[in-house]
């Protein structure tokens, strides 16, 4: 198949027989969205219609483009994502994006929830209690990142040593540990939001390593990134690329 046929076969796949409301106004930008994203994109490396839509979806959190975020939380659903999945994978997000934009993506996912008839709130996914939550958050910590955890959490300030113990357990306590998503796939998501949100250099790089340190490989990482590359635009993709072959050269 060429471009225009593939775009075709996998805007069906995703959305169903709708015709994008776009073609009424823009339809020579449509085509040009079209075939790039459902003709290109989605054919390139191997990653599936479930990983790609989980990365579509928090990068179109990152970004607050919730109209987009809505018809993709449908195509979520339409290509086997459960509920589930799609809720912590929006959960993972908060960490990063911060609560009032990750609830304003929660707050569409849930309209769409709704739409479907998918009972709330769904089933908790929950792993941690009060009074271990830090130890199981620092545990995965390490898991992900090794040694270095323990070097920054003795090198932190007297009076910065809060913000280590809020990022073991807030961060991978609260989130990391929760269940419905591995870690390969939460890490994976981690990196694409890091990406879209811009200015993290030093924490895509980390989370490359991250991503390595879980079984995630380059070229994994070098599709999801190709992947973002419509939501987020050129100049962020580029950076995340340039972080990817900083920490791991190409031979």
Do not use: W, Y
């Given at each position: 198949m060429n471009r225009i046929e593939k775009s075709q076969e996998t805007y069906k796949r995703l959305f169903g027989d709708g015709v994008p409301a776009a073609y009424?106004?823009?339809?020579?930008?449509?085509?040009?969205?079209?075939?790039?994203?459902?003709?290109?994109?989605?054919?390139?490396?191997?990653?599936?219609?479930?990983?790609?839509?989980?990365?579509?979806?928090?990068?179109?959190?990152?970004?607050?483009?919730?109209?987009?975020?809505?018809a993709h939380t449908r195509a979520a659903l339409n290509v086997g994502l459960t509920p589930t999945e799609i809720q912590e994978a929006i959960y993972q997000c908060a960490p990063y994006l911060g609560f009032p934009k990750t609830l304003n993506a929660i707050s569409e996912m849930n309209e769409v929830f709704k739409e479907r008839n998918v009972a709330l709130p769904l089933e908790s996914q929950k792993r941690v209690e009060e009074d271990n939550r830090l130890d199981k958050g620092l545990g995965i910590q390490k898991e992900i990142f090794g040694d270095i955890i323990e070097k920054n959490r003795e090198n932190a300030s007297s009076n910065q040593k809060h913000i280590q113990d809020y990022l073991s357990a807030f961060c991978f306590g609260d989130f990391y540990t929760r269940g419905g998503l591995d870690l390969k796939t939460r890490e994976l998501l981690t990196l694409c939001i890091l990406s879209a949100l811009g200015g993290a250099d030093s924490q895509v790089k980390a989370h490359v390593q991250g991503n390595i340190n879980v079984g995630?490989?380059?070229?994994?990482?070098?599709?999801?990134?190709?992947?973002?590359?419509?939501y987020m635009?050129?100049?962020?993709?580029l950076n995340a690329l340039a972080c990817v072959n900083e920490i791991i050269p190409e031979k």
């Open positions: 009424a106004t823009d339809p020579e930008l449509q085509d040009i969205l079209s075939r790039f994203i459902f003709g290109e994109i989605f054919d390139q490396g191997t990653l599936d219609d479930k990983q790609r839509e989980l990365i579509t979806l928090v990068v179109l959190a990152t970004n607050q483009t919730l109209p987009q975020f809505k995630n490989n380059k070229e994994t990482m070098i599709t999801a990134l190709t992947h973002c590359l419509p635009g050129f100049p962020r993709t």
